[in-house]
């Protein structure tokens, strides 16, 4: 079984859960424009100064995910 990478979005501020929301928006619309199926897109509310947005990935597809989309950072990601 291959590893699966999370590429993460930091935001951070008041309006980082909006920004994080709106964000994985466009995450979404650029898979769908691709023709690309993920496992997993999303955001998360760390707490109200600090949300990310996200992918998952595959390990072997992750430096061409990460080449594109610029993600801020990634990590081995655990369902």
């Keep these: 079984m291959s590893r699966k990478i999370k590429l993460i979005w930091d935001f951070?501020?008041?309006a980082a859960?909006?920004?994080a929301e709106h964000h994985d928006i466009h995450l979404?619309?650029?898979l769908d424009e691709e023709k690309i199926t993920l496992e997993k897109t999303g955001f998360e509310i760390i707490n109200e100064m600090h949300a990310i947005a996200f992918?998952?990935?595959e390990e072997k597809d992750?430096?061409?995910f990460r080449d594109i989309l610029k993600p801020h950072r990634g990590e081995?990601?655990?369902d």
Excluded: C, L, P
Aim: proline residues 0%; positive net charge; without cysteine.
């Design 12 to 14: 951070r501020g008041e």
């Design 17 to 19: 859960s909006k920004t």
């Design 28 to 30: 979404k619309e650029y």
């Design 55 to 57: 992918i998952v990935v």
């Design 62 to 64: 992750m430096i061409t």
């Design 76 to 78: 081995v990601y655990q």
